[in-house]
C-alpha cells in the first residue's frame, strides 16, 4: 500500500512540475509574439 502511494505522489509531482514549466513556456512564447 505504501509502494502505491509513494508512485501517486512521485507521479503528481512530477506532472505538477511539467505543466508549470510548459505554462512558464506558453507565457513567455505569447509576450513574445506581441511584442
Not at 509531482?13 to 512558464?24: K, M, P, T
Request: negative net charge.
Amino acid at each position: 500500500m505504501f509502494d502505491v502511494l509513494m508512485y501517486l505522489f512521485e507521479t503528481y509531482i512530477h506532472n505538477e512540475a511539467e505543466l508549470r514549466v510548459d505554462q512558464d513556456r506558453l507565457e513567455r512564447d505569447l509576450t513574445d509574439g506581441w511584442v
